[in-house]
């Protein structure tokens, strides 16, 4: 797991909100690290994308306002492997052409 290249610490982090804009040319997946202490925002932002993959997980769990982070692999720049991000509702894998971490937006 690559949730360590992110920089936001050692705790958990939970996904608030997927946003899939520029016709799928541009993924920012919203996140709140330590939910129970700090609270705080960052987003993990792919441009450049050619192909997204979003498999639900827990169909049951869809109406819940975040999901809990399981699994982050950045995968490689430039359209070489896909960035994967689990968590206990759904998957997404990502081919993208540029990866950026906001913190504290």
Request: hydrophobic share 40%; with cysteine; proline share 4%.
């Given at each position: 797991?690559?949730?360590?290249l992110?920089?936001?610490?050692d705790?958990?982090s ?15 997946v ?9 609270c705080?925002?960052y987003?993990?932002?792919f ?12 169909p049951e ?5 975040t ?9 490689e720049?430039?359209h070489?492997?896909?960035a994967?991000?689990?968590t206990?509702?759904?998957?997404i894998s ?11 937006c």
């Amino acid at each position: 797991m690559d949730y360590a290249l992110l920089k936001v610490g050692d705790a958990a982090s939970i996904v608030t909100q997927v946003e899939i804009t520029k016709w799928g040319g541009k993924v920012v997946v919203s996140c709140l690290y330590d939910p129970l202490e700090s609270c705080r925002p960052y987003r993990l932002i792919f441009e450049d994308c050619h192909e997204i993959t979003m498999r639900v997980i827990n169909p049951e769990s869809r109406q819940d306002a975040t999901a809990d982070l399981i699994g982050f692999s950045i995968g490689e720049e430039c359209h070489h492997t896909p960035a994967v991000i689990t968590t206990d509702i759904f998957e997404i894998s990502i081919l993208y052409g540029s990866f950026l971490v906001q913190k504290d937006c």
